[in-house]
């Protein structure tokens, strides 16, 4: 069955809202954790979009942003694109390493990053197998510096068939005067989409 998203009702939009909250929680529970900080976490946005409007979201495909990728498998598979504009990436890195300089991200800062993208996906894929039952596993993270319109090339170039649609979790994150903006792209394949959102509850 073909997804309309331009006809989702606002219990489905309420329904992936939640998911996006719940592992919002999840990842800022980890993430203070792992600084040894409390992080304010908020999900100002979740929406399902046309795979074609990705780039849009990111600010056009010639815009360079940091991309943190994930293959995910199981009852479900598909990929996660966690992105980072690169002024969000500095403020990440900053968080991080409790400083307020703005050098150019170095091989520390890049695994640093790496790892937020890690824990931040692992935080919303665990809370999707949570509400729906599905038993799901992410790939380690490979992470790129480029522009998004070749970020974007890549799960269709290493996968090969996959969805048109995608499920974009706004993320936004705050400690002190750092914020963060990341935006969670959920890219299932064909079958999985609906397999989702009818564990969802939401088809």
Do not use: W
């Amino acid at each position: 069955m073909g997804l309309d998203i331009d006809n989702l009702n606002s219990n489905m939009i309420d329904v992936l809202k939640e998911l996006g909250n719940i592992g919002s929680g999840n990842a800022a529970t980890a993430l203070a954790k792992m600084i040894n900080k409390k992080v304010d976490m908020s999900v100002p946005q979740v929406k399902i979009l046309d795979y074609k409007d990705v780039s849009d979201v990111l600010g056009g495909p010639e815009n360079v942003i940091v991309g943190i990728y994930f293959h995910f498998e199981g009852d479900a598979a598909g990929n996660i694109l966690f992105a980072l504009s690169q002024k969000s990436a500095k403020n990440l890195v900053n968080i991080l390493f409790n400083r307020d300089n703005g050098k150019q991200l170095d091989e520390m800062d890049i695994s640093a990053l790496s790892e937020v993208g890690n824990i931040l996906s692992a935080s919303y894929i665990n809370s999707l197998s949570t509400l729906t039952g599905l038993k799901l596993k992410i790939s380690v993270p490979s992470i790129s510096i480029d522009m998004a319109g070749a970020i974007l090339s890549v799960p269709a170039i290493q996968f090969g068939v996959m969805g048109d649609k995608v499920l974009f979790i706004e993320t936004e994150f705050q400690e002190g005067k750092n914020q963060v903006t990341g935006d969670l792209f959920l890219i299932p394949d064909i079958d999985s989409f609906n397999t989702i959102l009818n564990k969802l509850g939401v088809v």
